[in-house]
């Protein structure tokens, strides 16, 4: 399963080579901290290739406090990668939701179990976005290195705007005596604080739901784990979203991920031009699905196809 990644970073100098080559694929939109703000790259120039970034994980950041000026004992509000800002009551109360949320199936093959990643599982779920993307561009294996170090800073700025945004992540243990391993990620954003700056085309409304980054370890694709991270986003966005649309992108060329969303309930709303190909972008499908309010986590939709779709 190809990602589609959405970085936000500006690169060195002594990095433009992949830059020439990592142009036509990636989209580079700014997200929320004013600090990380850049011009996307593939669709602007940039004049400075410095790179940036208000975090480091060698000196964490001082955790975030609620607003009324307690400090709560929630790992969440613990991570080193959070960014030292204040939490209204109202973000507080959901964070405390992403941290609580769990998504639990039994597959033919095994057993899936998707929630919010945490702080210790970053970097493994940096390796699995790095090689897929690597995978999806055609690089060869001495650049999955430096997508690491992108796909790392990314995810410590996308993790900054939490709980505005999560990235899931699915473990997936093959029979009773099987041992748990990462399966596959895929990023959620819930609102305009979460979504970025500047997102591929065509562009989704502001401040309505977003699925992006979806992707699955190749050794275990189609046993419809790609389908239950899916359902897994559906579900933690009906908790904690009150509108009721969500939308993604899918490349045109992608056949299996536009079936697997098709029979999801996704429909195309927009379609990029022709002319993006000028860009040497693919062109995409704006997707997307009206979500009914989840009274009962039971009553959301537990089939799927035991053939794992690809995005």
Request: hydrophobic share 30%; proline share 6%; net charge neutral.
């Given at each position: 399963m190809a990602a589609t990644l959405s970085f936000s970073l500006a690169l060195d100098p002594q990095h433009q080579h992949l830059r020439r080559k990592a142009h036509h694929f990636l989209h580079f939109p700014s997200s929320t901290p004013p600090s990380l703000r850049h011009p996307p790259l593939g669709f602007q120039k940039f004049d400075r290739f410095a790179f940036r970034t208000s975090f480091s994980s060698s000196q964490p950041s001082p955790p975030a406090t609620a607003s009324t000026g307690t400090t709560p004992s929630t790992p969440f509000l613990d991570d080193p990668y959070r960014a030292g800002r204040f939490l209204t009551n109202e973000e507080f109360d959901k964070l405390r939701s992403l941290e609580s949320f769990a998504y639990d199936r039994e597959l033919r093959s095994g057993s899936l179990r998707v929630r919010v990643m945490r702080a210790e599982e970053m970097d493994e779920t940096v390796w699995l976005l790095a090689e897929s993307f690597a995978e999806s561009m055609l690089l060869p294996g001495g650049y999955v290195s430096l997508l690491r170090f992108l796909v790392k800073q990314y995810m410590i700025e996308r993790r900054s705007v939490m709980p505005h945004a999560a990235t899931l992540v699915g473990f997936y243990k093959g029979g009773e005596e099987g041992e748990e391993e990462l399966a596959g990620t895929v990023e959620v954003c819930f609102d305009k604080r979460g979504l970025n700056a500047s997102p591929p085309t065509p562009t989704p409304p502001r401040n309505s739901p977003y699925i992006c980054n979806m992707t699955v370890k190749e050794q275990l694709r189609r046993r419809g784990i790609g389908w239950h991270l899916l359902k897994a986003s559906e579900e933690l966005i009906s908790q904690m979203c009150s509108t009721g649309e969500v939308y993604l992108h899918c490349r045109m060329i992608d056949l299996a991920p536009f079936n697997m969303y098709t029979k999801a309930g996704y429909r195309i709303v927009k379609t990029d031009n022709i002319l993006?190909?000028?860009?040497?972008?693919?062109?995409?499908?704006?997707?997307?699905?009206?979500?009914?309010?989840?009274?009962?986590?039971?009553?959301?939709?537990?089939?799927?196809?035991?053939?794992?779709?690809?995005?």
């Open positions: 993006v190909l000028l860009t040497l972008q693919r062109r995409k499908h704006l997707m997307c699905k009206k979500l009914l309010v989840l009274h009962n986590p039971l009553e959301s939709d537990e089939s799927g196809p035991d053939q794992e779709q690809t995005s």
